[in-house]
């Protein structure tokens, strides 16, 4: 229920890129805690070498977005719900997340 388990569960399921190279240097970053300031999803991507930063929602669906992690997981659940609701429902959850991430696009494109 906190934003590091939403974090956390973005990146196990592809939401979120889990790893990146530094545009720079090319070495590969690495996740670093940071002040809201910074970041309000409290971790950046950082390279040592380079002192650059990045946003861990770089790439993503979510870049540019001001939604929390946590309530974009509660939009996908109930978008997928809803969706679930009005077709015949596939074996497994995953394969339906393209097609909801797709949804859940259109309506941050709308905000």
Sequence with gaps: DTEQHARDFLFRRGVLISSFSC???NQPMTLTDCTVSKSPDLVIWHCSPCKKYRNIRSGSVLSGK???LRKFLILMFY????????RTPCVGGRERLPQVLSTVRMYLMGR
């Design 23 to 25: 545009a720079g240097c």
């Design 66 to 68: 001001k939604i929390t």
């Design 79 to 86: 978008l997928s719900m809803r969706s679930l609701s009005m």
